[in-house]
Every structure is written in structure tokens, then in C-alpha cells.
């Protein structure tokens, strides 16, 4: 019995012993868990909040990675806006240097008709020799000596017409009637107020009377003959109205054939007056095409002969003149534009 007790509370002891052992295994491995696991939390929380940092930051270069990226973009597109902007200006310079350049280059036009219907022939710059040279031994065409023409000009494809001298004058002194006949009638003097007013109609400055060196240049177009079509004085009503067929009256002008310039009855139908004065031969002449002209009243050159002319008066280099007041029903003229 006393051993039977004995051995309760031994077991008693021992059950105590390993609670005893029990509570302290769980007081010393518990907090220790505890302590781990709190640990491990704040590590995690510590891990958390550094992914949540690094994210953040990650986050933040990718955010600034995209700015730059559309940055960079905005600035490759501004880049090529400004090479589209450069190229478009480089464009329109290169335009506008190769229109300057078209401009510069450009001729002018072969032919032009006026206001009042006056066709023009553009007659380009040259040399040639004025006078007569071997074919008449006439001082008044002498010496022969080469002229400059140093810049291109328009010249009337015909001599001036009755209507058109009509529009500008409001009148026709002309013995002979006819609407496309050459007016007639007609001074040094009268023919200048006629360009005087046919510059202010077009507000211009570029119409006067031909030089005497500017007919004949454009008269023998080219050729060294006695006329443009040749020595042969018989084929000249082909391209005149003279004394052999005109039946002393002026004709509608261009029935006959034109120089090789296209310019019309530069022979007879009417004499043309030219600016320049009167003399006696060309010493001393001008060589670059300009009037030869004082102030004064001075005769002045008529030139081309005129419905009444012999042939030998027809020639290109024949030459005659009268005062500047003078008219007669076998005078009249044709215009010339500057470029």
C-alpha cells in the first residue's frame, strides 16, 4: 500500500516534472517562434515595403523611361517637322532661285499685238553693215561701216494704219482712204505725238520711232544685197507697191510679201520717217545703233521709198528727208518698242 502510494505520487512527481518540462519547452520555444515569426513579418513587411519601394522606383523609371520615350519621340517628331519645315524652305528658295533664274533667262516674245492692234516683231540684237556698200557709189549711203545693234527691240510688223492712227488722233489727215492703208499726211512731228499719246494709253514709255541704223538693220534682215530678196530689182513688185504697179495710190498693208523678218512693204507704199536727223553721209555716224540727232529743227531721215519711188529708190540703204513740219500724201511710219 505504501509502495502503491509511493508509486502515485512518484507518477504524481514525474506527471509534474513533465509539465513542469512541458511549460517550459513552451515557454522557451514559443516566444521564440514568436519572436521568428514576428521577425520574419517585419522581414517580410521589410521585403514588402522594399518591392513596394523598388516598384515604386521601377515604376517611376518606367514612367520616366515612357516620358523620355515620347519625349524623344515628340522631339524626333519635332526634328522632322523641322527638316519638313527646312526642306520646304530650302524648296521654296530653290523654287524661287530657279524661277528667278527662269525669269532671267527668258526670251521675249516673237511677236506682240498692242491696245490699238499694232503687231509687233521682236528684231533680236546684231551687227551688220550700213550703207550701200559695192552697189551704189552714192555718198549719202557712204561710207559703209558696222553698226552695233546692242539690244533687242519690236518693230511694227506694218506701217501704222489709218484706223490705228484714227484711235489715237481722233482723226485721218490721209489722201488716200482706207482703214488698213498706211495713214499718210503725216509729219516728223505729228508721228511723235501719236507715240507720245500711245505711251500714255498704256502708260509706257517704250514706243518711239525707229533709229535710221534700227530700219535698215531690220530692213535687210540679215542680207548684204541691194534689197533683202537680192540684187534683182525686177522682182520688186513681189514685195513693193512702187511706180511700176501702185498706180500712184497707197494699198491695205501686207499684200505683198514680207522680208526675211517678217516685216511688211519696208519698200513703197509710204516713206517712214526714223528719228534721226539729216546729213550728208556717215562719217562720224554712230556705230551702236543710237539716233544721230541734234536739238533743233533739223531735216529729218525718210527711208523704204514710196508708192511713187523707182526701184533704184527702194534699195535698203536708200535714204532721203524732210523738215520735221513737213507732211505729203506719200509719207508715213511704223513704230518701235523697247524690251
Known amino acids: 500500500m505504501v509502495i502503491l502510494l509511493k508509486m502515485k505520487i512518484l507518477l504524481i512527481l514525474l506527471l509534474g516534472v513533465i509539465a513542469v518540462a512541458a511549460l517550459a519547452g513552451y515557454v522557451n520555444k514559443e516566444p521564440t517562434s514568436f519572436v521568428n515569426t514576428a521577425t520574419m513579418e517585419v522581414s517580410l513587411a521589410k521585403n514588402t515595403t522594399q518591392n513596394l519601394t523598388e516598384n515604386t522606383t521601377l515604376d517611376k523609371m518606367t514612367v520616366r523611361a515612357n516620358n523620355e520615350t515620347h519625349i524623344n519621340k515628340k522631339s524626333t517628331k519635332s526634328t522632322s517637322n523641322t527638316e519638313i519645315v527646312n526642306e520646304t524652305t530650302n524648296n521654296t528658295i530653290n523654287s524661287t532661285a530657279s524661277t528667278t533664274t527662269s525669269t532671267e533667262k527668258t526670251e521675249s516674245e516673237p511677236t506682240k499685238t498692242n491696245s490699238i492692234g499694232i503687231d509687233l516683231v521682236l528684231i533680236s540684237a546684231g551687227e551688220f553693215e550700213m550703207g550701200a556698200g559695192e552697189y551704189s557709189n552714192s555718198q549719202i549711203m557712204q561710207p559703209t561701216h558696222t553698226v552695233e545693234i546692242k539690244n533687242d527691240f519690236y518693230i511694227g510688223k506694218y506701217e501704222v494704219t489709218q484706223r490705228q492712227w484714227n484711235e489715237i488722233m481722233d482723226e485721218n489727215p490721209s489722201t488716200s482712204k482706207g482703214r488698213n492703208q ?9 508721228a511723235q505725238e501719236f507715240i507720245s499719246k500711245l505711251n500714255k494709253l498704256e502708260n509706257t514709255t517704250k514706243y518711239r520711232l525707229p533709229t535710221e541704223a534700227e530700219w535698215e538693220y531690220a530692213c535687210k534682215a540679215g542680207t548684204k544685197s541691194s534689197y533683202f530678196f537680192g540684187d534683182d530689182e525686177t522682182e520688186l513688185g513681189d514685195y513693193a507697191w512702187y511706180i511700176d504697179n501702185s498706180e500712184d495710190e497707197t494699198y491695205s498693208v501686207g499684200q505683198k510679201q514680207s522680208n526675211p523678218w ?27 545703233g543710237s539716233a544721230w540727232d541734234e536739238p533743233g529743227s533739223n531735216p529729218k531721215v525718210l527711208r523704204g521709198g514710196f508708192w511713187g519711188s523707182s526701184a533704184g529708190n527702194c534699195m535698203s540703204a536708200e535714204r532721203t528727208s524732210k523738215y520735221p513740219t513737213e507732211e505729203d500724201t506719200n509719207i508715213g511710219f511704223r513704230i518701235v518698242m523697247e524690251t
Open 262 to 288: 517678217g516685216l511688211y512693204d519696208m519698200y513703197g507704199n509710204v516713206f517712214e520717217w526714223v528719228q534721226d536727223d539729216w546729213h550728208q553721209n556717215y562719217k562720224e555716224a554712230p556705230t551702236d
Open 182 to 190: 498706211p495713214v499718210d499726211q503725216v509729219s516728223w512731228k505729228e
